[in-house]
């Protein structure tokens, strides 16, 4: 079945600094990709998606291009702020099977922004 | 435009009783999952039903079950609780099955 592997956490940074959070994943057919963010005590919040290969999904400064040859989704931000603390799910959708449309997630990568 | 809606916010049962669980979709969405999300972990999927038709489910036992309504709005019943079925309950509409999906807020359920 469909797998996530995401960078482990959690990632401490400064405010203004690079972020970087590795997502890859195994699924069948070809998925669609997203990064969903969930703040503490709440729901999740779709924070980016890519359809095909090479497609950039981008939203808030943050970017992810969807790489077919590596299977990999990796999350950036130029310059994070402490807002962005948060819990970050990468999770490809599944295409085709019995569970189509089915969404995997893996254990999720917790990101603190000191000021 | 209303986003998905969840009730109870929070629920507490005891080990062997059963709990219902409500999810209203978002205006325009036939399609409604549910995942299951343990503390410290990512959501599972449960099942998702896609105008009124279970469409696929997740590996969950079958004493949780699910249904859809004619306006989209579902519910999840689980039956003889287990203490491991502590968790929130996620519930995500999306336009048909194959759309993105929005999450509502969730159900934090605590069994004891």
């Known amino acids: 079945g469909d797998s996530v592997t995401q960078m482990e956490g959690p990632v401490t940074l400064s405010e203004e600094a690079f972020l970087t959070i590795n997502c890859t994943y195994t699924?069948?057919?070809?998925?669609?990709l997203f990064w969903y963010v969930q703040y503490p005590g709440e729901g999740l919040q779709l924070l980016l998606k890519?359809?095909?290969?090479?497609d950039k999904g981008s939203n808030k400064g943050f970017e992810a291009t969807y790489r077919k040859e590596t299977t990999s989704f990796h999350l950036e931000k130029g310059s994070v702020q402490v807002s962005d603390s948060a819990v970050y799910f990468c999770?490809?959708?599944?295409?085709?099977?019995?569970?189509?449309?089915?969404?995997?997630f893996g254990q999720g990568t917790i990101l603190t922004v000191h000021p | 435009e209303t986003g998905v809606t969840q009730s109870p916010t929070h629920l507490i049962k005891t080990r062997g009783q059963q709990v219902t669980l409500r999810c209203s979709s978002q205006?325009?969405?036939?399609?409604v999952s549910w995942y299951q999300q343990a503390l410290g972990q990512g959501p599972q999927f449960i099942f998702q039903?896609?105008?009124?038709?279970?469409?696929g489910r997740g590996n969950f036992p079958p004493r949780f079950s699910g249904l859809q309504f004619p306006n989209y709005s579902s519910e999840l019943n689980v039956n003889a609780l287990e203490l491991d079925d502590s968790a929130l309950y996620l519930c995500?509409?999306?336009?048909?099955?194959?759309?993105?999906?929005?999450f509502g807020p969730g159900t934090r359920l605590t069994v004891l």
């Open positions: 995500a509409s999306s336009f048909t099955h194959s759309d993105t999906q929005y």
């Open positions: 699924a069948t057919g070809y998925p669609s």
């Open positions: 890519a359809t095909k290969a090479d």
């Open positions: 999770a490809p959708r599944n295409a085709g099977g019995t569970s189509y449309g089915k969404l995997t």
């Open positions: 205006s325009g969405h036939n399609t």
């Open positions: 039903y896609y105008r009124e038709e279970e469409n």
